[in-house]
């Protein structure tokens, strides 16, 4: 299955002129890691489409206003910040978003991660076009492709690596089966929450994912 940059510049219009070298470094990894099919290539792309504002981001963005802190990090069951602190460290008329802050707070003590104080939610951050995100991932990664584990946020913010880290990723949470059935809810949730839930669109950012998954299979023959 051969990925162009004409299907690149239809599921990812912001990358515009870029389509060529995004193509051009996903081949490979769509070759290793058995995104080999339609509706392989439909899904995958769909996913790290979203993942990456179309190619465009290798780092994750975390320019998050209070309300936006407390939707996405908190849950039910989880308060990972206090609205005090979401005030204080997101994005208001007043000043920026302490995007450092915010990552180190979010992915304190999961994921590898050690507590805020480690620095690690900000240094293993979403990175790469599907955004790699915690120190396990990250090692993960470094030690299949060899790459130096303190160097490896830098290699996946690359071309190169952000397209071989996310055919790893696809490959090691096996999400061909769930492209080859069309279930784009299955992929969305393995992407977003690491695991398939039992409710259908509950993926962040589920609608946009169905939409490019919807539009991918229009292009690619």
């Not at 389509?19 to 099919?37: E, H, K, M």
């Not at 992929?187 to 039992?198: A, F, I, L, W």
Request: proline share 3%; aromatic share 8%.
């Amino acid at each position: 299955m051969i990925v162009t940059a004409s299907i690149i510049r239809h599921v990812a219009p912001q990358c515009g002129a870029n389509a060529a070298a995004v193509a051009a470094a996903l081949q490979p990894a769509l070759d290793r890691f058995g995104i080999t099919t339609r509706r392989r290539l439909a899904h995958f792309l769909a996913q790290v489409a979203h993942e990456s504002g179309g190619f465009v981001r290798k780092r994750e963005n975390l320019n998050y206003t209070p309300a936006a802190i407390l939707s996405t990090f908190n849950t039910r069951t989880i308060q990972r910040f206090t609205p005090a602190q979401a005030e204080q460290l997101g994005r208001t008329s007043a000043h920026a978003a302490d995007q450092q802050a915010i990552a180190n707070i979010a992915y304190a003590n999961r994921m590898g991660n050690r507590g805020p104080e480690s620095g690690d939610g900000w240094r293993t951050r979403g990175a790469g076009w599907i955004q790699l995100t915690g120190t396990t991932n990250h090692h993960a990664c470094a030690d299949f492709f060899g790459i130096p584990r303190d160097t490896v946020g830098a290699w996946l913010a690359t071309d190169a690596g952000a397209a071989l880290s996310a055919g790893w990723f696809w490959q090691l949470n096996n999400l061909n089966r769930f492209a080859d059935v069309d279930d784009i809810d299955g992929v969305s949730d393995c992407v977003n929450m690491g695991r398939k839930t039992e409710r259908i669109g509950d993926a962040i950012g589920y609608q946009e994912r169905r939409f490019l998954t919807i539009e991918a299979l229009k292009v690619i023959p």
